[in-house]
């Protein structure tokens, strides 16, 4: 059983900044890619940034130059960290990890969600 744990979400002023991290635990054999999803009502689910395990990473246009995702593979926790931030980012900001359990088998693993509201 595998569980992601995220914390870090909250409430932001404009052009604040926020740290999401996102900590997989359990029957963890290795883990390849990770990553920040968000949903924001009445819109899709939509990748923000990946990381796969050798450190190259991948952004959402509209976050480009202020999200910045890093993971520490001994602890295999992924963080999102969020600079200049605007009302736009508001959403549920879910974790995903593509990882390969002891059995063997590969899956996707999704954490429950942080909400990350950007509001003055």
């Known amino acids: 059983q595998v569980q992601l744990v995220e914390s870090g979400g909250g409430l932001v002023q404009p052009g604040g900044s926020l740290r999401l991290s996102c900590a997989a635990s359990g029957s963890i054999f290795s883990i390849s890619t990770m990553g920040w999803y968000r949903q924001a009502p009445g819109k899709q689910r939509e990748l923000v940034a990946a990381?796969?395990?050798?450190?190259?990473?991948n952004y959402a246009d509209s976050v480009k130059g202020r999200f910045t995702i890093s993971r520490d593979n001994a602890k295999n926790t992924v963080y999102l960290q969020m600079s200049s931030l605007k009302p736009e980012d508001t959403a549920v900001y879910y974790c995903?990890?593509?990882?390969?359990?002891?059995?063997?088998?590969?899956?996707?693993?999704w954490g429950q969600g942080t909400q990350v509201t950007v509001s003055s």
């Open positions: 995903n990890a593509n990882l390969k359990v002891l059995t063997g088998i590969v899956y996707d693993y």
């Open positions: 990381i796969n395990s050798g450190g190259s990473t």
